[in-house]
């Protein structure tokens, strides 16, 4: 049964198309760009790396909890395990496709625009558009969604593009949708 998302919930962001999930690590940041904390999709269960915490946008630091998180707000996601925010930044490329490079960066203390993102509804399923009701601007576990950066407007990208070995690279891409934009969150 899906639930609405809310502020303060922590949650997993598993990619459509992969099937993995958003993932960061502690002391494992990009040699090259800007050389903050790696952001891939490598994970395939959930774990502390792969759980970020949703939370109101940069300099909106209050929240109350049961405040549900619909499509057009503008949040930041606290990578927990480290807690550094889901960023990007215009003009630094990725290491493998060389489009825009996202990381995690800063800490509790530490937060700018670049950790902005906007939750946009994604309508492009049949099927889901009938599990869900399209009208309801509500984000619920289960539904798709993209997530748009704000200060770039570039869409949260992954695909088949491997960063190392067995993850594949997360960026920012293009101005959406494309299939390879596609997540979907879920609880534990």
């Known amino acids: 049964?899906?639930?609405s998302i809310q502020f303060g919930h922590e949650i997993f962001l598993k990619h459509?198309?992969?099937g993995r999930l958003l993932t960061s690590e502690e002391g494992r940041n990009y040699d090259e760009g800007s050389g903050q904390q790696?952001?891939?999709?490598?994970?395939w269960e959930p774990s502390s790396e792969t759980t970020f915490i949703v939370i109101p946008?940069?300099?909106e630091d209050?929240?109350?909890d049961g405040v549900d998180v619909n499509f057009g707000d503008v949040?930041?996601?606290k990578h927990a395990a480290t807690r550094t925010n889901l960023h990007s930044h215009p003009d630094i490329p990725s290491p493998v496709t060389g489009q825009q490079e996202v990381t995690c960066?800063?800490?509790?203390?530490t937060s700018d625009e670049n950790d902005d993102w906007v939750v946009e509804q994604w309508t492009f399923d049949e099927e889901e558009n009938e599990e869900f009701d399209i009208e309801d601007?509500?984000?619920?576990?289960g539904r798709s969604f993209y997530l748009r950066h704000l200060a770039t407007g570039l869409t949260l990208h992954s695909h088949d593009e491997l960063f190392d070995e067995d993850r594949n690279e997360v960026s920012g891409y293009g101005d959406g949708p494309d299939e390879n934009d596609r997540w979907r969150a879920s609880f534990n």
């Open 62 to 64: 209050e929240f109350e």
């Open 137 to 141: 601007r509500t984000w619920y576990t």
């Open 38 to 43: 790696v952001v891939v999709a490598g994970a």
């Open 75 to 77: 949040i930041r996601l």
């Open 57 to 59: 946008r940069f300099g």
């Open 105 to 109: 960066f800063g800490d509790d203390e």
């Open 16 to 18: 459509n198309m992969t």
């Open 1 to 3: 049964m899906p639930e």
